[in-house]
Nanobody
Framework: QVQLVEAGGGLVQAGGSLRLTCTTS??????VAWFRQSPGKEREFVAA???????YYTDSVKGRFTISSNSAKNTLYLQMNSLRPEDTGVYYC??????????????????WGQGTQVTVSS
């Protein structure tokens, strides 16, 4: 079982940056990912680090967000630059034994953090 705790959310103006941190109980060998959820919308995929090998992003954040992982420190990061109001939401980190074809789906992840709120003002 993997425990995850997010931190680093907050209020930022459009164009600004935030770095989210997810502290885990150990995620070596897992696929780890960030998802977000806005009011009235389903939880959506943001970025994933696939089994410590490759990174994947949803199109809307490519070139602006960077996912990274430090297994030795049991920490997952999401660096978010050039933030937009549409990036607003609760951001969750997740871990699971996802396969490549499913890593963008919530069902692929068995373990979730409690979420951290990100609000981008226009």
């Amino acid at each position: 079982q993997v425990q995850l705790v997010e931190a680093g959310g907050g209020l930022v103006q459009a164009g600004g940056s935030l770095r989210l941190t997810c502290t885990t109980s150990g995620h070596s060998g897992y696929t780890v990912a960030w998802f977000r959820q806005s009011p009235g919308k389903e939880r959506e995929f943001v970025a994933a680090w696939f089994r410590g090998q490759n990174t994947y992003y949803t199109d809307s954040v490519k070139g602006r967000f960077t996912i990274s992982s430090n297994s030795a420190k049991n920490t997952l990061y999401l660096q978010m630059n050039s933030l937009r109001p549409e990036d607003t939401g609760v951001y969750y980190c997740a871990a699971g034994r996802a396969i490549l074809s499913s890593l963008r789906t919530t069902d692929a992840y068995a373990y979730w953090g409690q979420g951290t709120q990100v609000t981008v003002s226009s």
